[in-house]
């Protein structure tokens, strides 16, 4: 069975600081990671994935996420936050037979002036 | 780009009436998904579809059911809405093709049931 603990449900940056949220997976099967954001009132959009290769993975507007297989996490990295990353973030995880995405509980984030 | 649509962005309910909550997708996705979002509790799948009239449960699906007649097409239904089932609702699809994980979300239904 597959599982995604987010730690921190509330996160609080100021602007131009460094954004970590973090996200810790288990998986009988080697996983494919997901992170996705999402704004008020807004379905869910896909910042990046990790399904295989390269460990340190790019996304949309400028978030990066590193695949740590030996420490079963898969942590959202941004150098510098901007008043518009204040958004809900979810880690999914995919494992298994079937399509399902399991996902963490969310992280809301606020970004201060 | 994928689109997911979801019929209404809120939704006001009474208890006891059967609510349909419809999702349509134009990328001609095999997988299709059904959600409820509450705080503190992420995502929690409802329902999905594999395919046309085929449904397997997830990991409540509790006082719901669900319809997909039309590959694109996949529906909610509430039998007898309870104001335990106010949520937020979100749709999801994907492709089966290997490598295409990801999922694609609709914008979401917030129910409301008085």
């Known amino acids: 069975a597959q599982s995604v603990t987010q730690l921190g449900s509330h996160v609080s940056v100021s602007e131009g600081a460094l954004v970590l949220l973090r996200c810790n997976y288990s998986s009988s099967v080697p996983p494919y990671l997901f992170w996705y954001v999402q704004y008020p009132n807004q379905g869910l959009q896909l910042l990046l994935k990790?399904?295989?290769?390269?460990?340190l993975v790019k996304g949309i507007n400028g978030f990066e996420a590193e695949f740590k297989k030996s420490e079963t996490s898969f942590h959202l990295t941004k150098p510098s936050a901007h008043m518009s990353d204040a958004a809900e973030y979810f880690c999914?995880?995919?494992?298994?037979?079937?399509?399902?995405?399991?996902f963490g509980t969310g992280t809301q984030l606020k970004v201060e002036l | 780009d994928v689109k997911v649509t979801q019929s209404s962005r809120y939704l006001v309910k009474r208890t006891g009436e059967k609510v349909f909550l419809e999702c349509v997708q134009d990328m001609d996705h095999e997988n299709m998904f059904w959600y409820r979002q509450d705080p503190g509790l992420g995502l929690r799948l409802i329902y999905f579809s594999y395919d046309v009239k085929m449904k397997e449960k997830g990991d409540i699906p509790e006082g719901y059911s669900v319809s997909r007649e039309k590959k694109e097409r996949f529906s909610l239904i509430l039998e007898s809405a309870s104001t335990n089932q106010t949520s937020m609702y979100l749709c999801?699809?994907?492709?089966?093709?290997?490598?295409?994980?990801?999922?694609?979300f609709g914008p979401g239904t917030r129910l409301t049931v008085t």
């Open positions: 999801a699809s994907t492709g089966s093709d290997r490598g295409l994980y990801e999922q694609y």
């Open positions: 990790y399904t295989t290769g390269a460990t």
């Open positions: 999914a995880v995919r494992g298994g037979g079937g399509n399902k995405l399991t």
